[in-house]
C-alpha cells in the first residue's frame, strides 16, 4: 500500500517549488502555466498550495486564492499522469475545499476546459456548478466553464 501524504507548502521549501514547477510545464501549454510566475504567486499572503505526496514522490498539487472576503478561487489543480484515475485529484480538490472554508468565504470559483471531462466530472461531483461558457479563455479556440461551489450562510 502507497503511503500518501497531502502537504502545506511553505514558503521556503525550494525543492519541492523547484518539481511543482517542472510539473506545471509539463501539464499546460505555456500560456496557461504559471511556472514563469510561480515563485511570485507563492508570495502573496492570500494565496495557498496543497501538494500530494505518494511514497515521498510529488503526484500533484492544487493552487487556491482567496481575493476577497467574499469568494476563493481554485486556480490549478494537477496531477502527474501516472497517478491519475486513482482519486489523488479528488484528494487534493477535497483539501482544497476545506482550507477554503476555513477563509469563512461564501464561494469557490474555477474555471476548467469543458474537453477535460474528467476534470468536469470531478467538480461537479463536489457541488460545483457552471455558471457560465467563457468563450476563448485559454486561447482563440479553447474556451472555459466558469464554475463555483456555493456555501449555506447558515
Not at 509539463?26 to 505526496?53: R, V
Not at 502527474?80 to 469557490?108: D, F, N, P, Y
Amino acid at each position: 500500500m502507497a503511503n500518501v501524504a497531502i502537504l502545506e507548502l511553505s514558503r521556503n521549501c525550494a525543492k519541492t517549488v523547484e518539481e511543482i514547477v517542472k510539473l506545471e510545464r509539463k501539464i499546460f501549454p505555456k500560456h496557461e502555466s504559471l511556472a514563469s510566475f510561480f515563485h511570485d504567486e507563492l508570495k502573496k499572503k492570500n494565496s495557498g498550495l496543497l501538494y500530494l505526496q505518494v511514497d515521498g514522490e510529488l503526484a500533484g498539487y492544487v493552487m487556491y486564492s482567496w481575493p476577497s472576503s467574499l469568494y476563493a478561487s481554485i486556480t490549478k489543480l494537477a496531477v502527474k499522469e501516472q497517478w491519475r484515475g486513482q482519486g489523488h485529484g479528488e484528494t487534493l480538490l477535497k483539501a482544497a475545499i476545506e482550507k477554503c472554508r476555513t477563509r469563512k468565504v461564501s464561494r469557490i470559483m474555477l474555471h476548467v476546459d469543458p474537453l477535460r471531462i474528467p476534470a468536469v466530472n470531478l467538480y461537479q461531483k463536489h457541488g460545483f456548478q457552471v455558471d457560465t461558457l467563457i468563450q476563448g479563455y485559454y486561447s482563440s479556440d479553447r474556451n472555459a466553464f466558469r464554475m463555483y461551489l456555493d456555501f449555506d450562510s447558515s
